[in-house]
């Protein structure tokens, strides 16, 4: 049975760890399958790994310091700095040292790596008996410098997979000159329930990290009109992170206390439940590269409203056949496209329908031969 090693940063809550956890579980059937992580932030991955997998940590003993070195910076506290400083420098020594030291040791056939930096080291250090394959999940957004670093960093590898058919006809054209080769394998989904939601529930649902690039603050504007004619929906958010308290005080200027709930993070079982009992589902990022989150609202066969910037929900939704797309993030247009799934339960209804037949190209069983094919062609 061939060996597959997955490098990741860590293990922890995101799209790029959920991502690695559903491919590793997909796989383990057919081959030999370890994750070796740089940090471990947790006892347990949260998201669930067959048993057969090995984890492997680099770094248990110690995790990034980032927000501590920028909070004693903040307030001013000299030694607190210092200290935190000087741990961080020990860290990211480590980091470097422990993952090239592994890289060069390891003996799997197959070594996927999952961040830019990865890339540039696996490249370099990989034994030339492996087969080397860089997986990109963000979106580069225009920015030539991350462009230019991830290029570079994807030079000397064998495969590159990018999650979306742009992103895919974008880099073939940065990487035609290299022997890397890009392949378009789009993430998976892993769960399919079986009670669809009944389309019949007054919620709005939107999933995701409480941070800037997810465009909160603009669902929240969108809400506020949306509220205006329909006042008995709720909007529910889920997730947690550093623009909570930004959040908390626009939904209160907007006197929205009791029609946005922030549910904060939740396991995936809550999360499930809060799904079937929505009707709409609502994507206001300013970027996203794929989104498993519209694959899971889909399984539930709930339509979709998102902004065009987030490129990777222009490749997933069809516009008026399971969801609406809206250009140049005009808040006004996307209110009004949620107000008509709002007043309208049949286009609800055949929306939904057509959602759940589409996510079931993204079903992992799919999406796993896709990559068996790479890998052993």
């Given at each position: 049975m061939k060996k597959i090693t997955i490098l990741a940063l860590h293990l922890g809550y995101g799209g790029i760890e959920r991502a690695i956890s559903m491919l590793a579980n997909s796989l383990i059937s057919t081959y030999e399958v370890t994750i070796v992580s740089t940090y471990k932030l947790y006892d347990e991955p949260p998201f669930a790994l067959d048993d057969k997998i090995q984890v492997k940590y680099l770094i248990d003993d110690m995790k990034p310091n980032r927000n501590e070195f920028y909070s004693a910076l903040k307030k001013l506290k000299i030694m607190s700095t210092l200290q935190e400083g000087k741990k961080a420098y020990k860290i990211l020594k480590q980091k470097k040292e422990r993952m090239i030291e592994y890289i060069k040791s390891c003996d799997s056939d197959i070594i996927i790596s999952t961040?830019?930096?990865?890339?540039?080291?696996?490249?370099?250090?990989?034994?030339?008996?492996?087969?080397?394959?860089?997986?990109?999940?963000?979106?580069?957004?225009?920015?030539?410098?991350?462009?230019?670093?991830?290029?570079?960093?994807?030079?000397?590898?064998?495969?590159?997979?990018?999650?979306?058919?742009?992103?895919?006809?974008?880099?073939?054209?940065?990487?035609?000159?290299?022997?890397?080769?890009?392949?378009?394998?789009?993430?998976?989904?892993?769960?399919?329930?079986?009670?669809?939601?009944?389309?019949?529930?007054?919620?709005?649902?939107?999933?995701?990290?409480?941070?800037?690039?997810?465009?909160?603050?603009?669902?929240?504007e969108v809400?506020?009109?949306?509220?205006?004619?329909?006042?008995?929906?709720?909007?529910?958010?889920?997730?947690?992170?550093?623009?909570?308290?930004?959040?908390?005080?626009?939904?209160?200027?907007?006197?929205?206390?009791?029609?946005?709930?922030?549910?904060?993070?939740?396991?995936?079982?809550?999360?499930?439940e809060v799904l079937r009992k929505s009707s709409i589902y609502v994507m206001s990022s300013y970027t996203e590269s794929f989104g498993i989150v519209l694959l899971e609202a889909y399984s539930f066969g709930i339509p979709a409203v998102s902004f065009t910037s987030a490129q990777g929900a222009c490749e997933i939704i069809t516009d008026n056949w399971?969801?609406?797309?809206?250009?140049?993030?005009?808040?006004?247009?996307?209110?009004?496209?949620?107000?008509?799934l709002i007043s309208n339960y049949n286009r609800r209804f055949i929306m939904g329908k057509n959602a759940s037949k589409k996510v079931k190209e993204y079903d992992a069983n799919v999406v796993k031969e896709k990559w068996i094919e790479m890998m052993e062609k």
């Open positions: 961040r830019d930096i990865h890339n540039k080291w696996l490249s370099k250090y990989g034994s030339n008996t492996s087969l080397k394959i860089g997986w990109e999940h963000n979106h580069h957004n225009g920015n030539k410098k991350y462009i230019r670093r991830l290029v570079t960093s994807a030079q000397g590898l064998d495969y590159f997979v990018l999650v979306s058919k742009e992103l895919t006809e974008f880099y073939t054209e940065k990487l035609k000159n290299t022997n890397c080769k890009c392949v378009y394998i789009p993430n998976s989904i892993d769960y399919f329930p079986e009670k669809k939601s009944p389309l019949k529930n007054k919620n709005i649902v939107s999933v995701g990290r409480l941070s800037k690039e997810k465009g909160y603050e603009d669902l929240i809400y506020n009109i949306v509220h205006s004619k329909y006042p008995d929906w709720t909007l529910n958010i889920i997730g947690d992170g550093v623009e909570r308290e930004k959040l908390e005080r626009k939904i209160e200027g907007y006197g929205l206390e009791k029609s946005i709930i922030l549910h904060g993070y939740q396991n995936r079982d809550y999360i499930n399971d969801g609406y797309l809206v250009k140049n993030r005009d808040k006004e247009q996307m209110a009004k496209r949620i107000c008509e």
